[in-house]
């Protein structure tokens, strides 16, 4: 692959108009069009590989309590492990619906010789943007803007090429852009570790640093709320009573009982003791080793 296909301003991935197309278009490469867009929509919400795509089983297609999943025995998958990944419900009822008649053991995408995979794409990716440019009720103006627009082309003006592993990373990369957390979505795409995530989609994480900021400066209003909080449990559960009463006799502090027993002193130490990551710059020096 040359490079990973960008969404274009004009809608994302296979969404919209490109699913119509496909699904509305003529038979080729030995798959309807209702199938082909089933196979593109399958490969940007699993992550699942052409190769691993192609030897998928009804049987594999699984719901449990609702929740319906994808699976890909360790025989057919690149690093030989087990995969699972879960389905949207509306991608969920379309394939069930596309596999109703086969049987338990028959493929679930008949799918073409794997060099004619990319070509087949191809193939609809310029359907799609026929279809788009001469969208009816657009006027002139529009239909010009459209032509000289890069959306749905194989190569966009970056030189980027949409092959069928794009679709792949289409996976990893809504999932950064919709906020999923790294580890999650290293889980997802079957990565080894989640620096291999980090280092194919942490460009998309652009702002991650401003953000950071903004919740660093909401620290101390949360700091403040927590501390408030224990006070005002304090002060009804009666420890405050029984703080102030040590304090004046210097007598052992009373004893609670029942569902209290102990809290004083726990609100005590909670009130007075730093908050993660706010201990004194001195803290832990005992504990730090010379590495010379």
């Known amino acids: 692959m040359k490079g990973a296909w960008r969404p274009g301003k004009n809608g994302s991935g296979w969404q919209r108009q490109p699913a119509t197309a496909t699904s509305n278009g003529k038979y080729r490469w030995?798959?309807?069009?209702?199938?082909?867009?089933l196979l593109y929509w399958t490969a940007i919400e699993t992550g699942y590989r052409s190769g691993e795509l192609r030897k998928l089983r009804k049987s594999d297609l699984r719901n449990m309590n609702g929740r319906v999943s994808i699976c890909a025995e360790g025989d057919?998958?690149?690093n030989g492990k087990a995969a699972?990944?879960?389905l949207s419900k509306e991608l969920a009822t379309e394939l069930f619906k596309h596999v109703n008649n086969l049987n338990?053991?028959?493929?679930i995408f008949k799918m073409p010789a794997?060099?004619?995979v990319a070509r087949m794409l191809k193939d609809d990716l310029e359907s799609a943007r026929a279809s788009w440019i001469n969208e009816e009720g657009i006027d002139e103006e529009k239909r010009k803007e459209r032509v000289k627009s890069d959306f749905l082309k194989y190569e966009n003006d970056s030189g980027l090429k949409l092959d069928f592993h794009a679709l792949r990373h289409t996976c990893g990369a809504w999932l950064i852009i919709a906020g999923v957390d790294v580890k999650t979505v290293q889980t997802v795409m079957r990565h080894s570790t989640p620096t291999l995530?980090?280092?194919t989609y942490g460009?998309?994480?652009d702002g991650a640093e401003a953000s950071a900021v903004e919740a660093l400066n909401a620290g101390p209003q949360q700091i403040h709320s927590k501390l408030a909080a224990i006070?005002?449990?304090?002060?009804a559960t009666g420890c405050d009573e029984a703080e102030e009463t040590a304090e004046n006799t210097k007598e052992k502090r009373p004893q609670k009982t029942g569902v209290f027993a102990n809290s004083c002193t726990d609100l005590r130490v909670s009130a007075e003791a730093p908050p993660a990551g706010l201990e004194p710059a001195t803290n832990g020096l005992t504990v730090r080793c010379s590495t010379n």
């Open 84 to 86: 699972k990944q879960y």
């Open 76 to 78: 057919i998958t690149k």
């Open 30 to 37: 030995n798959m309807t069009g209702p199938a082909r867009k």
């Open 114 to 116: 794997s060099a004619n």
């Open 203 to 205: 460009h998309l994480l």
């Open 104 to 107: 338990p053991n028959a493929e």
């Open 231 to 235: 006070e005002e449990y304090a002060a």
């Open 197 to 199: 995530t980090l280092n």
